[in-house]
């Protein structure tokens, strides 16, 4: 039934307003999410957030409107992601708790014969349920299983279906019979406008840490190509003071005559360290050559050169 003009307007006037009261929206997906899941997630999110549906047609042609009016607007990045069966959801809260409440509301659902996997599904060993005389059933799949106390068993797990592949008639078949709903639906977050930033909702992931870490190897890199090419920058000031300060100790080491402050406590812990192993190598040597003493007065048992004793008195 087609929607009449005066609520067309009702529509029109009502999107507008979001987009003047709302900074951040999050460009949703809703496939397979039922008017009753819908209305629970709107009940969730009321307060902190406004879920908007409608076809993509009225939403395009609202934003379009909204962009005549404001000229340049940001806004205009949207269009091209109204595609599919998605909604838009306004908000000026903090978009990671926003995420947590349009996600926590999911609902099982059986596997439907050609739907795609959105995880992969491993159907668990253990009793089935299934009497004996649906042993071909499983023969067929190429499941291995074993008769006990009266049921089938599946002898171990089997990998039944991997993400991104369609259900066959075979595996929903499988599924409903041990009565395993593999697959949660609900609403999943596709793209973030956020105060004229368009990203992908993926970026919510990213921990402080992770952001640290990519900016750090942002900035190696910006220091490394800029002394290779010589350009002076913050990112590369610190290593060109750096390598230009060893330079300065490379010369001061090779000059008897010249120091300077900064040098002396390098030129300090140089010498430290060449004289730890000379101090450690004359204190090792100072017990063999003891020992050789002893043992060369050992070897001779108190005599002399003839044999003798000590008293200088041999056999002849």
Do not use: W
């Not at 089935?128 to 797990?157: H, N, R, S």
């Not at 090779?254 to 004359?282: C, D, H, I, M, R």
């Amino acid at each position: 039934m087609p929607i009449s003009k005066e609520r067309k307007i009702e529509y029109f006037t009502k999107v507008e307003n979001l987009l003047d009261s709302y900074s951040k929206i999050i460009v949703v997906g809703v496939d397979n999410v039922g008017s009753n899941q819908l209305q629970q997630i709107r009940l969730a999110m009321r307060g902190d957030a406004v879920i908007l549906m409608g076809k993509n047609t009225m939403m395009r042609k609202v934003l379009n409107n909204y962009i005549a009016k404001h000229p340049g607007h940001a806004v205009e990045q949207l269009i091209g992601r109204i595609q599919g069966n998605v909604g838009l959801v306004f908000t000026n809260g903090d978009l990671s708790k926003t995420r947590e409440k349009l996600e926590a509301n999911r609902v099982p659902a059986p596997a439907r014969v050609g739907a795609e996997c959105p995880i992969d599904v491993i159907v668990p060993a253990g009793p089935t349920g299934c009497d004996p005389g649906q042993t071909a059933f499983f023969q067929t799949l190429q499941i291995g299983t074993k008769i006990v106390k009266g049921q089938i068993e599946i002898t171990a797990p089997v990998p039944l279906l991997k993400k991104g592949q369609k259900v066959g008639t075979s595996e929903a078949a499988l599924l409903q019979k041990l009565n395993i709903k593999p697959f949660t639906y609900g609403i999943t977050l596709l793209s973030i406008y956020d105060n004229g930033s368009m990203y992908d909702a993926a970026v919510l992931d990213l921990t402080p840490e992770d952001l640290m870490a990519k900016f750090t190897k942002a900035i190696r890199n910006v220091a490394a190509i800029s002394l290779h090419l010589g350009y002076v920058n913050v990112a590369s000031v610190p290593h060109s003071v750096a390598n230009s300060f060893k330079n300065l100790l490379l010369l001061t080491n090779a000059l008897e005559n010249y120091t300077f402050p900064q040098a002396e406590a390098f030129k300090n812990a140089k010498s430290a360290v060449a004289a730890a192993p000379a101090a450690g190598a004359a204190a090792a040597a100072a017990p063999v050559v003891e020992a050789k003493k002893e043992e060369s007065a050992a070897d001779l048992g108190g005599m002399d050169m003839f044999g003798g004793g000590s008293s200088g008195k041999g056999d002849y």
